[in-house]
């Protein structure tokens, strides 16, 4: 169902959202305040065991947003392999975990000619090079690839697949000087790119400030 202008409302959607508190908490917010119906889950590892449950607070899952982790710096060498080894899991590990969870759900939502998006929040990292964050640019670029390839994977059947990298975040930004984004900002983004008419996908986001981007 789309309004008069072709836009697509939130109200009534059934939304899961993974991840980061900072990001995921304004994520929620939003969805909320458009109606929709959300349920939230600390991390993807957590759903694994939590989905049915999920499923029997809000019925069958057409949203899923994903906040990827892994946010992590400093010389290569300095820290141990196992910490990068957390990193990667909170990154790319996550992605693979949301989105697989409700996948069968997210298709027969878009078989009903319901709404169906799969939004997975990384970072600008995946495509930038920077220093002493090797691992978390690496684990960033995982899960860009990731839904590039879902989307081409998933292409033909509406579920639409996005992936929106973020730059650095905080919740001071207006004490930053405008070189941070708010947890807001990303959540509105989030929102805005949901309510595209059905035929349309904003396969790919670069959100950054207005003056570092």
Excluded: K, Y
Aim: net charge negative.
């Amino acid at each position: 169902m789309t309004g008069p202008d072709g836009m697509r409302p939130v109200a009534g959607r059934r939304a899961v959202v993974i991840g980061l508190p900072l990001l995921a908490d304004a994520v929620v917010a939003e969805l909320t305040a458009a109606g929709a119906l959300v349920e939230q889950v600390g991390s993807a590892r957590e759903l694994v065991g939590a989905a049915d449950g999920v499923r029997e607070r809000l019925g069958s899952v057409d949203l899923v947003v994903a906040v990827l982790g892994g946010v992590g710096g400093g010389p290569f060498g300095l820290s141990p392999a196992e910490r990068w080894a957390e990193i990667i899991e909170q990154g790319a590990g996550d992605a693979v975990l949301a989105a697989r969870a409700f996948l069968d759900d997210l298709l027969t939502a878009a078989a009903n000619d319901s709404a169906a998006d799969l939004v997975l929040v990384g970072s600008a990292a995946a495509s930038e090079l920077v220093p002493a964050f090797a691992v978390h640019a690496a684990t960033a670029a995982g899960a860009a690839q990731l839904a590039r390839t879902l989307r081409l994977e998933l292409g033909g059947t509406l579920v639409r697949v996005r992936h929106v990298a973020v730059g650095w975040v905080s919740p001071r930004a207006a004490a930053d000087g405008g070189d941070a984004l708010t947890p807001e900002d990303v959540a509105r983004t989030v929102l805005f790119t949901l309510t595209l008419p059905p035929t349309t996908n904003v396969a790919e986001v670069s959100l950054l400030t207005t003056r570092t981007g």
